[in-house]
Structures are given as C-alpha cells and as structure tokens.
C-alpha cells in the first residue's frame, strides 16, 4: 500500500542544485555505497554551512536512491522501445521543423511521465490517451512531411530529366543516349 503525503518537498528537494547535482552524481557511481553516498553529501551540507538538520538521513536517501533507480530504470526501457522501433523502421529523413516538433513532444512526454512516477498515483487514463494522440499526430505530420518532400524531389527530378534530354538532343546526341541520361536523373537506370 502507498502512502499519499501532501506532496511536502522532502530534504533532498530543499537542498541547493549544486548539492543535489553532486548527489546525482554519486548516486550514479556504481563503486559507491549508499554510505559513502550519505556522508559525502553530509559533508558538502557542513562545507557550505547548511544546518544540521538538512542532512541526510539513511532511509531518507535510500528512499531517494530507490525513487531515482525506478526512473531510470523506466527512462532506459523507453529508450529501449525507441531504439527497437528505430531499427525497424529505419531512419527515415524528416524535415528540421518535424525533427523538433518531435523532440518537444518527446520532452513534454517525458516530463509528464516524470511527473506521474512522482506522484504515487496511478497515470489517468485521459491522460495517456491526451499524450498517445499528440505523439500520434506529430508522427502523422513527419509523415506527411517527408512524403511532401518525396514528392517536391520527384518532381524536380522529372524536370531536370525533361530539360536534359531537350538539351541532349539539341547538342547531336541520340535518341537512346538521351533516354538513358534521362533514367539516371530519375534514378530508373
């Protein structure tokens, strides 16, 4: 069973960013115990002149370490899915405005799952319903996006092809010579 709080920011939120940035930083050397961890960090509070009651407590850091390692542990899975889905859908070009469009909905989703593994509460289903149709939708736009510039390419290319076999001919050149420049412009050869 969970136990709900009224979302009081716990020791480590209050400490400043440099201090909890160091905190990060330890917690991600796997050589570290939890120990040394806790009395690091305990010494930078008593370096920098912190109170003594900001220091950490051994289950309050333990209950920290816990909450960072179910993040990651779900950051590292979501980046497993992209990859896979990456590989099997190769790397199709999109347009710089998609690329960052993506990048944006990627972030906002990543800050709201953030968020709800934060907050003890099981996700809303509206809300996962909210973030799959946004991510569908600018998916459907890059889409959409590199098919437009399929055809923009195309397009060009058939009047590159067109203008070069006018200009073939014109200079003496065969019939067959000018079809098989023609091709290549196409990318038909």
Same mark, same amino acid.
């Given at each position: 069973?969970?136990?709900? =709080?009224?979302?009081?920011?716990?020791?480590?939120?209050?400490?400043?960013?440099?201090?909890?940035?160091?905190?990060?930083?330890?917690?991600?050397?796997?050589?570290?115990?939890?120990?040394?961890?806790?009395?690091?960090?305990?010494?930078?509070?008593?370096?920098?002149?912190?109170?003594?009651?900001?220091?950490?407590?051994?289950?309050?850091?333990?209950?920290?370490?816990?909450?960072?390692?179910?993040?990651?542990?779900?950051?590292?899975?979501?980046?497993?899915?992209?990859?896979?889905?990456?590989?099997?859908?190769?790397?199709?070009?999109?347009?710089?405005?998609?690329?960052?469009?993506?990048?944006?909905?990627?972030?906002?989703?990543?800050? =709201?799952?953030?968020?709800?593994?934060?907050?003890?509460?099981?996700?809303?289903?509206?809300?996962?319903?909210?973030?799959?149709?946004?991510?569908? *939708?600018?998916?459907? @736009?890059?889409?959409?996006?590199?098919? *437009?510039?399929?055809?923009?390419?195309?397009?060009? @290319?058939?009047?590159?092809?067109?203008?070069?076999?006018?200009?073939?001919?014109? @200079?003496?050149?065969? @019939?067959?010579?000018?079809?098989?420049?023609?091709?290549?412009?196409?990318?038909?050869?």
């Amino acid at each position: 069973m969970t136990k709900t =709080t009224r979302g009081r920011p716990s020791k480590i939120d209050l400490l400043p960013q440099y201090i909890r940035d160091e905190l990060h930083k330890l917690l991600r050397d796997r050589g570290l115990t939890q120990q040394d961890i806790r009395a690091a960090v305990n010494e930078l509070i008593d370096e920098h002149g912190l109170s003594a009651d900001m220091k950490l407590s051994r289950t309050g850091l333990n209950r920290y370490a816990t909450r960072m390692e179910e993040m990651g542990a779900k950051i590292r899975q979501s980046r497993e899915v992209a990859e896979a889905w990456t590989a099997k859908l190769g790397d199709a070009p999109t347009s710089d405005v998609g690329k960052l469009l993506q990048e944006i909905v990627r972030t906002l989703a990543f800050e =709201t799952s953030m968020h709800m593994s934060e907050s003890d509460k099981a996700a809303e289903p509206k809300a996962l319903a909210q973030m799959a149709l946004a991510i569908q *939708r600018v998916e459907q @736009a890059a889409m959409a996006s590199h098919k *437009r510039e399929r055809e923009i390419r195309e397009a060009f @290319a058939a009047e590159v092809a067109e203008s070069t076999e006018h200009a073939v001919r014109s @200079a003496g050149m065969s @019939a067959e010579t000018a079809q098989s420049i023609k091709q290549m412009i196409l990318g038909i050869a």
